[in-house]
């Protein structure tokens, strides 16, 4: 499960925010982007030590000074559920149920007997010296 999946279904669930510093956060997730920056709203903010507490109607955090983030078990739920439905979808795609890409094979598909556009691929030079480009080894027998 990644961090950044789960803040994404957490919007508009409650959290509590603790930062490297101490202090505490305790809101409703708004929004966050992928450097895990979070908006809040309904903020109650708690002092390092506890006993000093602020109400604000929204703040910003950057994701840089989060200590840890703790957030209900429904939401967790609801995560995992997405994640099985996911592996669930691809494993049919990968078993042919969900379109034509699982039959082309390398990077170009597959050809057939032919190279590119239905030419038959150029023959190979042999022998020697012939086709050799290094000026320096034109003289050499």
């Known amino acids: 499960m990644l961090p950044l999946s789960l803040l994404r279904t957490a919007q508009n669930h409650p959290m509590l925010v603790e930062l490297k510093n101490g202090e505490t956060y ?20 708690t002092s ?39 592996s669930r979808s691809r494993s049919e795609v990968s078993k042919g149920r969900g379109g034509g890409q699982n039959m082309r094979t390398g990077r170009g598909g597959n050809r057939g007997a032919f190279g590119n556009r239905g030419r038959p691929a150029p023959l190979a030079r042999g022998g020697g010296n012939q086709g050799n480009r290094n000026p320096q080894n034109k ?3």
């Not at 966050?32 to 903010?45: A, F, G, K, S, Y």
């Not at 078990?73 to 995992?80: A, F, Q």
């Open 139 to 141: 003289n050499k027998k």
């Open 26 to 45: 305790n809101g409703h997730l708004v929004s966050c982007d992928n450097w895990m920056n979070i908006n809040l709203r309904e903020v109650i903010c």
């Open 48 to 86: 390092r030590d506890g006993d000093k507490f602020w109400r604000m109607p929204e703040c910003y955090i950057r994701g840089s000074t989060i200590k840890y983030l703790r957030i209900p078990d429904e939401v967790i739920d609801m995560v995992k559920e997405e994640t099985q439905v996911k």
